[in-house]
T-cell receptor, first 110, second 115 residues
Framework: SQQGEEDPQALSIQEGENATMNCSYK?????LQWYRQNSGRGLVHLILIRSNEREKHSGRLRVTLDTSKKSSSLLITASRAADTASYFCATDTGRRALTFGSGTRLQVQP | ETGVTQTPRHLVMGMTNKKSLKCEQH?????MYWYKQSAKKPLELMFV???????ENNSVPSRFSPECPNSSHLFLHLHTLQPEDSALYLC??????????????FGEGSRLTVL
């Protein structure tokens, strides 16, 4: 079974709308991170939230973490066509590496 | 440019070939990772080298052999691969201490096709 699972698997919105992606995980974590991947490229780190934090902001990104529900959400406000990519959550469970979910494919229509 | 360079970017090999993937980081990090990304599957951790220790995913077949000669270079040696090994192989690096895992910096990946 997967440590991190994103929901939805795919999301299509219009430019200017907000995009919300969710991540659920199974075991306790030190931190949770979100990454972005353009098609066929490497992953780029977006934001890290520690287990004792509930919310974090970075530009148009807002991340929440609910450790009681073992879930996190990534909100991208005022989306742009350039936000089209796959988004992954990753958890640090103390194994000296991150465990990634399957990702959400976001399509922003211009 | 993330500071992590992978070569080659694309590789096609037969099942009897031996090839190697190379990764180099210029960030002064002390941990390096190999991840495998197959279509419609989560990224799969293959190997970690950190603090002079190697951690591996026990499900990785022995036809994949990592080598980390120093903190800046990481190789993945490939031999007698199978078609199902075709995937995007991603290298990453990070600054590792005694605490939690921080931000990973990824290379652009090596797209491997096994015929």
């Amino acid at each position: 079974s997967q440590q991190g699972e994103e929901d939805p698997q795919a999301l299509s919105i219009q430019e200017g709308e907000n995009a919300t992606m969710n991540c659920s995980y199974k075991t306790s974590i030190n931190n949770l991170q979100w990454y972005r991947q353009n098609s066929g490229r490497g992953l780029v780190h977006l934001i890290l939230i520690r287990s004792n934090e509930r919310e974090k902001h970075s530009g148009r990104l807002r991340v929440t973490l609910d450790t009681s529900k073992k879930s996190s959400s990534l909100l991208i406000t005022a989306s742009r066509a350039a936000d089209t990519a796959s988004y992954f959550c990753a958890t640090d469970t103390g194994r000296r590496a991150l465990t990634f979910g399957s990702g959400t494919r976001l399509q922003v229509q211009p | 440019e993330t500071g992590v360079t992978q070569t080659p970017r694309h590789l096609v090999m037969g099942m009897t070939n031996k090839k190697s993937l190379k990764c180099e980081q210029h960030l002064g990090h002390n941990a390096m990772y190999w991840y495998k990304q197959s279509a419609k599957k989560p990224l799969e951790l293959m190997f970690v080298y950190s603090l002079e220790e190697r951690v591996e995913n026990n499900s990785v077949p022995s036809r994949f052999s990592p080598e980390c000669p120093n903190s800046s270079h990481l190789f993945l040696h490939l031999h007698t691969l199978q078609p199902e090994d075709s995937a995007l192989y991603l290298c990453a690096s990070s600054r590792m201490g005694a605490g939690p895992v921080g931000e990973l910096f990824f290379g652009e990946g090596s797209r491997l096709t096994v015929l």
